[in-house]
């Protein structure tokens, strides 16, 4: 499957933005779909997750009650909606797709990466 990541930006602190992860060649809610973060000089960090099967959402806690992740099947896609952005949320961002049975928030378990894409949060 292969992954396309958009909707990256610059926004200030306290604005929203919605970053989508499209699928081509397979079915996306086959796979469970994460989200990833990285930013300069730190390691790549889970923001969210959504089961394939169940859609039950998983958050980092730095990130609980102001993200969203959720699925259009339709679309083959999943979204991340990002609220009350802060500075330190400022990284490139990645989606990722993995099958199996359970949900993981272990980036290297993931089999599929999109290409990311930039979020900057300006105070």
């Known amino acids: 499957v292969q992954l396309q990541a958009c909707g990256g930006g610059l926004v200030q602190a306290g604005g929203s933005l919605r970053l989508s992860c499209t699928a081509s060649g397979r079915t996306l809610s086959s796979y469970h779909v994460g989200w990833f973060r990285q930013a300069p000089g730190k390691e790549r960090e889970f923001v969210a997750a959504?089961?394939?099967?169940?859609?039950?959402?998983y958050y980092a806690d730095s990130v609980k009650g102001r993200f969203t992740i959720s699925r259009d099947n339709a679309e083959n896609t999943v979204y991340l909606q990002m609220n009350s952005l802060k500075p330190e949320d400022t990284a490139v961002y990645y989606c990722?797709?993995?099958?199996?049975?359970?949900?993981?928030?272990?980036?290297?378990?993931?089999?599929?990466w999109g290409q990311g894409t930039q979020v900057t949060v300006s105070s």
């Open positions: 990722a797709a993995r099958g199996g049975i359970h949900i993981s928030s272990s980036w290297s378990s993931y089999n599929y």
């Open positions: 959504i089961s394939g099967r169940s859609g039950s959402t």
